[in-house]
């Protein structure tokens, strides 16, 4: 079995650079939950890749600037 | 606690008191049927009630849950508008692909329950149990699996679900 992986977000970085922006604000334009955005900003969720390109999208960045994995060594 | 997290509660809430009511009015020797027939038509009767029942408390909890988040909005901004009411109850309630995603982890667990209430029904009827007592373990099986999803859906939202 391959080693799992862990996938880690800049999601609060980026809202700090975005002027602050709300949980909300981002949940609005990445059209989720304000719930799915704090579980994800916590790495309690891993996003769909849909789910991720729209967050991206929210930042106007690449979606490779937002998430990023590592993997665990087992 | 969210709105997903509380409707939940509601929804396991409905179940426990179905559940709890059929064991204290079946059981209770006044009332236990006299024959298959009866038992029968007593969970009929139980599961028409638990439908109607959750129909209503689903509608109160949301009642009191949009009256919660109106107070909230008028003490957070004292000018807040009903439109502003009406949107932040409505950005509360947005669903999306993680409460699917839990909603079909957790139903997993309530197949389970009900698959494993099945196969000891059978399975009692095999060791020459009474069918009544095989009608019990499905009634009672099946709604202990909807309580079960629901205590494992509110995990899931508690905890968070990562795919690892």
């Not at chain 2, 009767?45 to 638990?50: C, K, L, P, Q």
């Not at chain 2, 509360?92 to 099945?118: C, H, P, T, Y």
């Amino acid at each position: 079995m391959p080693s799992p992986i862990v996938i880690t977000n800049n999601i609060r970085k980026l809202r700090f650079f975005a002027n602050e922006m709300t949980q909300q604000e981002l949940a609005e334009k990445a059209g989720a939950s304000r719930q799915t955005i704090i579980a994800i900003e916590a790495g309690k969720y891993s996003p769909s890749l849909e789910m991720a390109f729209r967050i991206a999208d929210a930042f106007g960045v690449s979606i490779t600037e937002v998430f990023a994995h590592e993997v665990k060594e087992k | 606690m969210s709105y997903q997290e509380k409707k939940t509660l509601a929804s396991i809430t409905s179940g426990a008191l179905l559940l709890a009511a059929y064991c204290l009015y079946a059981f209770n020797p006044a009332n236990t049927p006299a024959d298959l027939k009866g038992w029968a038509t007593t969970m009929l009767i139980f599961i028409a009630i638990g439908i109607g029942a959750t129909i209503i408390i689903q509608i109160i909890f949301h009642i009191f849950f949009s009256i919660g988040v109106a107070i909230q909005g008028k003490i957070q901004n004292r000018e807040c508008d009903d439109k502003e009411i009406e949107k932040n109850i409505k950005l509360e309630m947005v669903e999306d692909e993680r409460d699917k995603l839990i909603e079909m982890k957790s139903n997993q667990v309530g197949f389970a329950v009900a698959g494993f209430g099945f196969v000891a029904a059978l399975l009692a009827l095999v060791f020459n149990y009474s069918p009544v007592f095989m009608l019990n373990i499905l009634f009672i099986t099946f709604s202990f699996g909807s309580i079960c999803e629901g205590i494992y859906q509110f995990v899931l939202y508690r905890r968070g679900y990562t795919h690892a």
